[in-house]
């Protein structure tokens, strides 16, 4: 089992959440009938998006991320947030052509791409989608949207997506039981599946509940998820 650092596993998953995620709203601007002010509010708050996958590139810097990774990501870092600085200025519900944002979402697949290039790792995929799931509905919230299938899209794109990543966990970990560090594996594995569950569980009570959705409850799910994939990628990158 591989020494890795912190960097080495918090790198590719707060890469691909935000890259996912954009991917998500996009669907949802060019699909989903989307009134002109929550058109204005969703492309204000993919700032957000913009932001993290900045951080990201800049962990990218500590574990060597390629230098076409940084560029592409860097490139499309800087475009999408000088839209959101025009999208800023315009006044009432007026919002940037929902075209404009595919050079930047395009640039950023690109660089998840490469990541995923890089790192070898398929179950990477879908802890993107998972993660980029949750921050997309986290988005939809603050940006007070009407499209309430999408309250229920998101969350089951993401049980689907856990579902089949805890079996692709399991599957790497079998692959690897080494007797030295059988019960190190089990250990993660347990605790990665016992956070994993309370996320889900957060994530989806609305439903069963008929609540309403509030950007709380998403963003502790986020929370939750990312601290159980941070442990997950901590086998995955180690084998």
């Known amino acids: 089992m591989t020494e890795i650092s912190f960097y080495q596993q918090v790198y590719p998953i707060i890469v691909m959440m935000p890259i996912t995620a954009a991917c998500f709203l996009a669907l949802v601007l060019s699909k989903g009938e989307v009134c002109p002010g929550?058109?204005?509010?969703?492309?204000?708050?993919?700032?957000?998006?913009?932001?993290?996958?900045?951080?990201?590139?800049?962990?990218?810097?500590?574990?060597?991320?390629?230098?076409?990774?940084?560029?592409?990501?860097?490139?499309?870092?800087?475009?999408?947030?000088?839209?959101?600085?025009?999208?800023?200025?315009?006044?009432?519900?007026?919002?940037?052509?929902?075209?404009?944002?595919?050079?930047?979402?395009a640039l950023a697949v690109i660089t998840g791409l490469l990541v995923l290039w890089q790192q070898q790792q398929p179950l990477l995929l879908l802890e993107s989608v998972l993660l980029g799931a949750v921050f997309a509905h986290v988005i939809l919230l603050r940006a007070k949207h009407r499209l309430q299938a999408f309250n229920v899209i998101l969350p089951a794109v993401g049980v689907v997506s856990s579902v089949l990543l805890m079996l692709g966990l399991l599957v790497v970990a079998s692959m690897h039981l080494e007797s030295s560090n059988m019960v190190l594996i089990q250990e993660f594995v347990i605790y990665r599946a016992i956070i994993l569950l309370l996320a889900l569980a957060v994530w989806?009570?609305?439903?069963?509940?008929?609540?309403?959705?509030?950007?709380?409850?998403?963003?502790?799910?986020?929370?939750?998820?990312l601290f159980s994939e941070v442990m997950g990628m901590s086998i995955i990158v180690a084998f």
């Open 38 to 105: 929550q058109r204005k509010r969703i492309t204000e708050n993919m700032i957000s998006i913009w932001a993290v996958l900045a951080l990201g590139l800049m962990i990218g810097i500590e574990v060597y991320a390629t230098t076409a990774t940084l560029v592409i990501g860097g490139v499309a870092v800087f475009i999408g947030i000088i839209q959101n600085l025009i999208q800023s200025r315009l006044e009432g519900k007026r919002a940037i052509p929902s075209t404009w944002l595919r050079l930047p979402i």
């Open 204 to 225: 989806t009570i609305p439903l069963y509940t008929k609540q309403e959705y509030t950007p709380n409850i998403v963003s502790l799910t986020t929370v939750l998820l």
